[in-house]
C-alpha cells in the first residue's frame, strides 16, 4: 500500500502497527522520503480490507489524501507486523 497526505509525524506507523496486530495482520509499514508511507501487509482478505479501510482514515491528526492498494505475489511470509526504519 501507499497512503499520501499528512501521514508522517502523526503516529501513522504505530496505529497502523497496533491496528494490525489486532486483525493478526502481518507485514511491515514505513516511512517514504517524499512524505508519503508504505506498507506491504498479509492476511486473511476480510481483515486486510479492514486495514486498508481504516488506512484512508488513519489516526487523529492524520489527513490522507489518496490509498493505493495493490495485490501482490511474494514468496515471502511475514511473521509479526513491523514498523520499518525511513526509506
Not at 486486510?48 to 515471502?76: K, Q, Y
Request: glycine share 10%.
Amino acid at each position: 500500500m501507499l497512503i499520501t497526505g499528512r501521514v508522517q509525524g502523526v503516529g501513522f506507523r504505530e496505529s497502523m502497527r497496533l491496528v494490525a496486530q489486532a486483525l493478526d495482520i502481518t507485514g511491515w509499514v514505513r516511512n517514504l522520503a517524499d512524505a508519503s508511507v508504505e506498507a506491504v501487509v498479509q492476511g486473511e482478505e476480510t481483515a486486510v480490507d479492514r486495514l486498508v479501510g481504516w488506512c484512508h482514515n488513519g489516526p487523529p491528526g492524520a489527513s490522507v489524501r489518496f490509498v493505493e492498494a495493490n495485490l501482490i505475489e511474494t514468496s515471502e511470509t511475514y511473521i509479526a507486523f513491523s514498523r520499518l526504519p525511513d526509506a
